[in-house]
């Protein structure tokens, strides 16, 4: 009979998952489609490059910056966590977690810092490589000017994704439909609140990482021709306050709907 | 006891008259009709029908003179703007709440572990020891998913059609005599796609949660990339990468109203032939896709 | 059975108790999983037993906590399972009985992961696994990915996780599915040493004669119900008003069956087409007393007692149920 304290076995499963979830996401062919994901604002940088636009460094603002933000993010948060949840609760898996002595949120913290550890390079990736064919197309801009803007997107595409991660770590747990609810809650709801004006904009998870990146990155969170400028965009205290606060909130939904979720 | 060599001996007794591919067909379409959301979506698109045919009757036999007070409003709100008449471009419309809303959710809930489930759990095995090959297989599950797709948009829509031809004025037949075939091609060529497409996707991910992403990506992220690409470019035809653009291209080609596309919108929309040519790409990409993954296991077959 | 002890009342867990359920009930939306299941399970193996959909997978769902009774409670060790409250799982092992795994997982890389989830990490959680591997017998094939696995070694892997932390309560779903019958009968082994340590063990299955091999304690399902519980013989003896069936064979039977007939012992006396003998009696004691002493007298050559066997019981109690 094992003699292992709870806190023990607690802090154990979260390395144990954590470790499982970068196995899973991070190594080998697995990577592939967040990496895929991650790859398409590339697209948009070399046909920019074909066609010359004359300049690059306002084009990473007013293009990367933006797609990134309202699409790599939540499409590499919700390809590093859900099929990892969703494959445990289809095939029942997840039982084995649960009928451990670690509380059930132990597991599921640890495949959620497993999931963010998988992201970061992806995300970094998704901010770098669309700057470097930028950058390498000619610009005038500096090279420290660039350097300031990707590491910028680089850091606001990273709370992004811990942010998304919490989002899709709840819907991974608390339905079977988790995906239909995070692309609505993520891209749906980011989308069309993040770009009405009135108050119903603060919901949208965009609009701090667009608060973020005016700050961080230098660019203005207004993007004309597809979305409503925001006039006063949050500054980064608020924007990081409400990032990892709202992570905090959907783990701890994700942990209490472990609770009353049926494995079958 | 006499020993037997050990190979396959191919069945010689009599068979059923059916095609090979029939017991797939049914087999598809019960397990798509188990779903309750395909269920629903159904039902949906079946009421969509009743309320539009509510309105025509309404429109024609109610207040018979609705255009003539819709052309009032109309210039009241906006003047020198078209007329709203129940023609071929009408139906464009109405074939555009058929496919975004319907087609393509049913698409992926009918579809989503279609060619996955099989591979997971081996079925292959079983379906090529017997006298299905992979083309018969193909044949039949896409069959079956194209038909179902066609039964629940290209059948409310043309109930909606003879409808509106039955209770319209005179001469509002010759308007609209075109619409069936234009309607059906376009229901035909868009089902095809997205059958073989869902197929190629569950052949490659074999799994419905990575489907499901994928098949997400596919269409939301093309249709923010196809708008980025034009800004950069201004070339129209980068709109052609976004799956969404081309079928509405396509609707449009079928049902005879290209040149009214434009007028319409405030960005300029890809050229047909372009269209056409991704649609057809994307259709023989899918087949290969298919195809390879299938003749793999189909060894036996 | 008059000397028989008197019933205890369900609703009191009795002083030992491992496992002990009262009014335990689950729907699965209109379908009925298991329907007010009152036990009291002690220290030793139990047979869980039922055929497919008679509600035993859903207990031991309800047993592990993965699933919430819809009414009633169950507790294991006198503690209340409820969701989140996991230190009773130090002391459990389970083995579910469908087959689910890591899939791409080796299978050590699996045991120790899910031995770390009870405190281990590192080269203990992988020295642990080892060790439960070997307890199967799947020490050689500790690098093997489950999912190049046959179906027989990947049960026996699910078994070595359940063994992982010397549990007192072992859950195993039908655990002998896919395996051949080396493995079944290292397995059954297992389980009655097990039992022979006085820890507790609860096996399910729908093949009567594997539980039948480890134990006569027997908790049989049917419809989500209970339909029996206790020892072989007991329950056999819940069934008097079906009499059980001897058949005899020896020298002079006719003789044989005037004298029980005489004495009032049987409810019914065939001769068979090969001239063995079958009585059927609700006396199988004093009959049985009775033939003995005709034996040793040389009448009789062979004696059956038939549907003794559990797969008669069974099927008897289901029929009743019927």
Redesign the interface.
């Known amino acids: ?6 806190a ?2 607690t802090a ?2 979260v ?3 954590r470790d ?1 979830a970068i196995r ?1 996401r991070l190594v080998g062919l697995r990577i592939l ?1 967040s990496l895929a ?1 991650a790859a ?1 604002p590339c ?2 940088a070399v ?2 490059a074909m ?1 010359g ?1 004359e300049d690059p460094f306002e ?1 990473y603002g007013e ?1 990367i910056v933006p ?1 990134t933000i ?2 790599v993010v939540p ?1 590499v948060a ?2 590093s966590v ?2 990892l949840l ?2 445990l609760y ?4 997840i ?10 949120w ?2 599921l913290l640890g495949i959620y810092l497993g999931a963010i550890i998988a992201m970061i390079p992806v995300l970094i990736f998704a901010a770098l490589a669309p700057g470097l064919i930028l950058l390498l197309s000619g610009t005038e801009d500096s090279i420290g000017d660039w350097a300031t803007r990707m590491a910028g997107l680089s850091g606001v595409l990273i709370l992004g994704g811990i942010a998304y991660g919490a989002v899709c770590m709840f819907f991974g747990v608390w339905s079977r439909r988790a ?1 239909i609810w995070s ?1 609505f809650m993520l ?1 749906g709801w980011g989308v069309i609140f993040g770009g009405l004006p009135g108050s119903m904009r603060n919901t949208s998870p965009h609009r701090y990482l667009l608060g973020l990146a005016k700050e961080w990155c230098g660019v203005s969170n207004t993007w004309t ?2 979305f409503v400028p925001d006039p006063s965009p949050p500054g980064v205290l608020t924007s990081i306050l409400v990032l990892t606060g709202g992570s905090i909130v959907f783990f701890l939904l994700a942990a209490r709907a472990a ?2 979720r ?3 | 006891m006499a020993f037997r060599a050990a190979e396959y001996d191919r069945f010689t007794g009599p068979r059923r008259k059916a095609p090979v591919w029939w017991p797939l067909f049914t087999a598809t379409i019960r397990r798509g009709w188990g779903s309750k959301w395909v269920r629903r979506i159904t039902f949906a698109s079946m009421m969509m029908a009743l309320t539009v045919t509510t309105l025509f009757y309404f429109l024609y036999q109610v207040i018979p003179d609705w255009q003539a007070l819709l052309k009032q409003f109309g210039q009241a709100t906006n003047p020198g703007g078209e007329t709203f008449v129940i023609d071929s471009h009408a139906y464009l419309g109405l074939l555009r709440m058929f496919v975004y809303p319907v087609l393509l959710p049913l698409s992926l809930v009918f579809g989503y572990d279609l060619v996955a489930a099989d591979l997971r759990s081996n079925a292959f095995e079983s379906y090529f020891s017997r006298s299905i090959t992979p083309l018969t297989y193909l044949v039949g599950r896409t069959f079956a998913f194209v038909s179902f797709l066609m039964l629940v948009t290209y059948a409310p829509v043309l109930w909606i059609w003879t409808f509106d031809v039955s209770i319209g004025p005179d001469g509002h037949f010759s308007e609209v005599a075109a619409v069936p075939l234009g309607m059906g091609a376009a229901l035909l060529v868009t089902s095809i796609m997205l059958a073989l497409m869902m197929q190629a996707i569950t052949a490659v991910t074999r ?4 489907t ?3 098949f ?2 596919v269409f ?2 093309s249709a ?2 196809g ?3 034009y ?3 201004q070339n129209p035809n ?1 709109f052609a990468v976004n799956p969404l653009h081309c079928i509405h291209v396509f609707c449009s080609l079928c049902m005879g109203t290209t040149e009214r596309l434009n007028r319409r919108h405030m960005d300029p929309t890809a050229d047909p032939s372009v269209v056409a040519t991704v649609m057809i790409g994307t259709i023989v990409v899918c087949l290969v896709i298919l195809w390879r993954s299938l003749r793999r296991r189909g060894v036996v077959g | 059975m008059s000397d028989a002890p008197p019933p205890v009342p369900r609703s009191t867990p009795s002083a030992g108790s491992v496992i002990h359920c009262e009014g335990l009930s689950r729907w699965y939306g209109e379908v009925q999983g298991l329907s007010g299941l009152d036990l009291d399970v002690q220290a030793g193996v139990v047979g869980l037993l039922g055929p497919n959909g008679s509600g035993k997978s859903t207990f031991m ?1 309800l047993l ?5 009774p819809s009414r009633g409670s169950v507790s294991l060790f006198g503690q209340a399972i409820r ?2 409250r ?2 009773v ?4 092992g ?1 083995s ?1 009985g ?1 087959d ?6 080796r299978a050590v890389d699996f045991l ?3 031995a ?6 590192g080269a203990a ?1 992988v020295k642990r696994a080892d060790r439960s591997l070997d307890e199967v017998g799947m020490l050689d094939a500790r690098d093997k990915r489950l999912n190049s696995m046959s179906k027989g070694m990947r049960q026996r892997v699910k078994v070595a ?1 359940a063994l992982l ?4 309560l072992l859950l195993l779903d039908e655990p002998l599915n896919g395996m051949d019958p080396v493995s079944r009968r290292h397995t059954l082994d297992l389980v009655r040493s097990y039992g022979a340590q006085g820890r507790t063990v609860v096996l399910a299955s729908h093949v009567l004669h594997e539980v039948e091999a480890v134990t006569d304690h027997l908790v049989l399902l049917h419809h989500g119900r209970l339909l029996a519980e206790g020892r072989l013989d007991e329950i056999r003896e819940l069934v008097d008003r079906k009499p059980r069936r001897l058949v005899l064979n020896g020298p002079d039977l006719p003789a044989v069956a005037a004298q029980v007939l005489a004495e009032g012992l049987v409810t019914g006396l065939s001769f068979e087409a090969d001239g063995k003998l079958a009585l059927e009696t609700r006396e199988l004691r004093q009959l049985l007393d009775r033939l003995a002493e005709v034996g040793a007298a040389g009448e009789l050559s062979s004696l059956d007692v038939e549907d003794e066997n559990l797969e008669a019981v069974f099927d008897l109690l289901v029929g009743e149920t019927a």
């Open positions: 009979m094992s003699t292992a304290t709870p023990s076995a154990s499963a390395r144990a998952l499982y899973r489609p994901v398409l697209l948009v046909v920019a066609v636009r084009l293009f797609l309202y699409f499409f919700m390809f859900l099929p969703g494959e289809d095939n029942g898996a039982g084995y977690l649960y009928i451990r002595p670690a509380p059930r132990a597991p995906i692309v891209i021709g597809m609770k009353r049926d494995v079958l | 799994s419905g949660i990575w499901n992403l994928v997400v990506v939301l992220f923010m990339l708008g980025i690409l800004g950069l470019t980068w | 769902r592990t906590g993965l699933i919430r969701p989140g996991q230190e799982f130090s002391r459990v389970h579910p469908d689910v795994h890591f899939e791409t997982e120790a992961l899910i770390s989830l009870g405190g281990d990490h959680a996780q932390f010397d549990p007192d």
